[in-house]
């Protein structure tokens, strides 16, 4: 863990390094390399898009001065570490200034990449999500927001109080509960560590996969779902093929993947009935006085739809309305719709008018999210973008996997994460977003399985 006082020499590390790979990506022998290598006749797929992944990453990284990267990297390594400090004492005005200052940075990097034909958001874009059109996007996660509202009124209509879980719960038992099951998920702990953190996340690669969770001592279930979402991550970087590791496509195919992989193991897997039988004698060995008597009530429990202030702890129903309030206001930051100083008063309103309540702390509104201060504006849609993939993915897989409701309530997760190496882990970046999704499922991206799957859910759950 880095100390207190080391987030000035880390910043200036991260620029140093910063500097030196842009160094490394702009290298102008670089186009003469990639004009003779396509002078060979017989180039394989593989090495075709490897030369096509070259000319991006030398395209874009041209595109943008060096100076530029280097105090971007700077910046937002000062700025989390100066996020914390605001989100622990509940005061935004202690990031403000430097958040300024990497939305001022980060238009000018979106005014070096993008095309003719693009606004500054949607050249950020691309660098989660290759080849999405922003309108596209826009017109498919705002399509969703009043079918969840819907469904929510709904539920909260019919449902019956969920028995509350109370108590206080040992911190390094939930991590050690966490473990356990983060190995049952075929997390390999050879090539991967669990850890704690203020908020949660997974880095590194295939053979250094780095998870954190973040522990809530009077609930275990924050902590489940929490590792369960990054073990999802972590899964998608172990399961990169050796032949392909090292290479530039030899990663995610984009966030919005990466995040289905995290959505369907949390949600889809963690979240199911099935799930729900593996887990309660597991939570009940390291909690033998938790307040429930069964997995029918822990079922209840991990799915109790309820609007919720913080994202990562929201239910299903409720999530993506959280993504659609961040994704609106960074795209607005990014265009001058809106100032940082507009933007607790902004969220906070847009807020009410989805949930229906009234922010009381900033650290419930949006000093709750990392990102921002990371620089990573474009990145949340495809946490909404990843649960349809998860969705569509799902649908599939029941249907491919014997037996994978009996798999999951015995837990028994190896045939799951073996037919996500084979459909989308394997493939790399050897294929576009838009290609991987109809050969892992057999058709286009719909809202449609992921609508059907929560009104299916819930309805049964509810008794709609």
Same mark, same amino acid.
């Given at each position: ?10 910043? *200036? ?14 290298? /102008? ?6 004009? @003779? ?45 100066? =996020? ?37 958001? *949607? ?25 969840? /509202? ?52 997974? @880095? ?13 001592? @009077? ?94 702890? @929201? ?5 993506? &309305? ?12 990014? &265009? ?82 073996? =037919? ?45």
């Amino acid at each position: 863990m880095m100390p207190k006082n080391g987030s000035y020499a880390r910043a *200036e590390q991260l620029a140093t390094l910063e500097e030196l790979i842009h160094n490394l990506k702009t290298d /102008k022998r670089i186009p003469n390399w990639i004009e @003779s290598v396509h002078s060979y006749k017989k180039l394989s797929k593989i090495q075709m898009a490897n030369l096509n992944e070259i000319s991006k990453i030398y395209r874009n990284a041209s595109k943008v001065p060096k100076e530029l990267s280097v105090e971007l990297a700077k910046t937002t390594a000062l700025a989390q570490d100066s =996020w914390a400090n605001a989100r622990r004492k509940n005061q935004p005005e202690d990031l403000i200034p430097l958040l300024k200052k990497i939305i001022d940075l980060k238009r000018s990097e979106a005014d070096c990449l993008r095309e003719t034909n693009q606004d500054r958001y *949607e050249a950020l874009l691309q660098k989660f999500e290759p080849y999405q059109s922003n309108n596209d996007l826009k017109v498919t996660l705002k399509s969703i927001r009043e079918p969840l /509202k819907e469904l929510r009124e709904k539920i909260l209509s019919k449902k019956d109080p969920t028995k509350e879980i109370k108590g206080k719960f040992n911190r390094n038992l939930q991590i050690n509960m966490s473990k356990e099951i983060a190995k049952d998920l075929c997390f390999d702990f050879d090539s991967g560590r669990l850890d704690e953190s203020l908020h949660p996340f997974s @880095s590194g690669y295939r053979t250094d996969a780095r998870i954190t969770t973040r522990v809530d001592e @009077s609930n275990p279930l924050s902590c489940v779902s929490s590792v369960m979402h990054e073990v999802g991550h972590a899964l998608y970087e172990q399961g990169i093929p050796e032949t392909l590791y090292g290479q530039p496509i030899g990663t995610w195919c984009s966030m919005g993947f990466h995040e289905s992989q995290s959505r369907l193991i949390e949600n889809q897997i963690g979240r199911s009935q099935a799930f729900c039988e593996y887990l309660f004698p597991i939570i009940k060995r390291y909690f033998p006085n938790l307040d429930l008597s069964n997995s029918e009530e822990l079922y209840r429990a991990a799915n109790n739809v309820c609007p919720n202030y913080i994202r990562v702890d @929201s239910d299903e129903v409720n999530y993506n &309305l959280h993504i659609l309030i961040r994704y609106e206001l960074e795209e607005e930051l990014i &265009l001058e719709k809106i100032e940082v100083e507009q933007l607790e008063e902004e969220w906070n309103s847009r807020f009410y008018k989805d949930f229906d309540m009234k922010i009381k702390t900033p650290d419930q509104g949006y000093l709750q999210d990392i990102h921002w201060s990371s620089g990573l504006f474009g990145y949340f849609p495809t946490y909404s973008l990843g649960n349809l993939y998860a969705a569509n993915l799902f649908k599939k897989m029941v249907k491919e996997i014997k037996d994978l409701e009996e798999d999951i309530k015995t837990g028994q997760f190896k045939e799951t994460v073996k =037919w996500l190496r084979k459909k989308i882990h394997n493939k790399g970046r050897t294929v576009t977003p838009t290609e991987l999704i109809k050969y892992a499922t057999g058709v286009p991206v719909s809202t449609e399985p992921f609508l059907e799957y929560l009104n299916l859910k819930f309805t049964k759950l509810y008794g709609l």
